[in-house]
């Protein structure tokens, strides 16, 4: 789950113990760090979603960027340029994002993303 507020991606077992996946929860931090575990860095994470192999997909809506987060805790951003906004279409950090605030990856690995301030639903491949 996206914990908003605390900048941090937590993950919830099914016997419902809490523990931080991914993230600093330092305050939240604009430079978008990739990283592993407490090393990286979000800023209002909004959209989560879980893909069939167990990599999570999140919307760093703040940062204006698409990261995933693998089952070890490593995050790594696959779009948008951290703190460039824009509308543009692209291959990794070419892409701009304006405040993606949700997401979802469809069977195929298809990545859709709602981009709030643009407006947009936009769609990539991984």
Known sequence: ???????????????GVVTTLAGSGTGGSSD????????????????ISVDGAGTVYVAD???????????AGVVTTIGGFVGQMGATNGVG???????????????????????????LIRKGTR
């Not at 789950?1 to 605390?6: A, K, R, V």
């Not at 978008?32 to 909004?46: I, L």
């Not at 809506?61 to 089952?71: A, E, G, H």
């Open 1 to 15: 789950m996206c914990d908003h507020g605390n900048h941090v991606i937590r993950k919830i077992t099914a016997a």
């Open 32 to 47: 978008g760090t990739d990283g592993t575990g407490v090393t990286a860095s979000f800023h209002f994470p909004s959209g």
């Open 61 to 71: 809506t703040d940062n204006q960027l698409i990261r995933t987060v693998s089952s």
């Open 93 to 119: 950090s070419a892409a701009r994002f304006f405040n993606p605030k949700d997401i979802a990856v469809g069977s195929n690995g298809d990545v859709y993303v709602v981009d709030r301030r643009n407006f």
